[in-house]
């Protein structure tokens, strides 16, 4: 590959990423590489919880991961934590 245009990563809620500081350490460790010129692009998929107690399933806010049925704390992370390269691009 003669160089990277565009990067796509899936950066969850609760990986404990920030993204704006992934950007920002992107951007110093690209220069001089064959990702001088690429873009980078953080996808951030919605928090989704098993709550434990009442067997449902339901999207979480960080500020607020009470089950909106039963509303108990005690919950499963079904999605949120991940951390995926899903896409490079690049030319030859």
């Known amino acids: 590959m003669k160089r990277v245009v565009r990067v796509v990563l ?9 993204p704006d500081l992934l950007r920002f350490a992107f951007a110093a460790i690209k220069k001089g590489t064959i990702l001088e010129q690429a873009e980078i692009e953080i996808e951030v998929p919605p928090l989704l919880l098993y709550c434990l107690g009442c067997e449902n399933e339901y999207l979480g806010e960080l500020d607020d991961l009470c089950c909106p049925v039963c509303l108990k704390e005690q919950f499963k992370i079904i999605r949120g934590r991940e951390m ?3 896409s490079v691009e690049g030319e030859l």
């Open 84 to 86: 995926l390269v899903r």
């Open 10 to 18: 899936e950066i969850g809620q609760y990986s404990g990423v920030v």
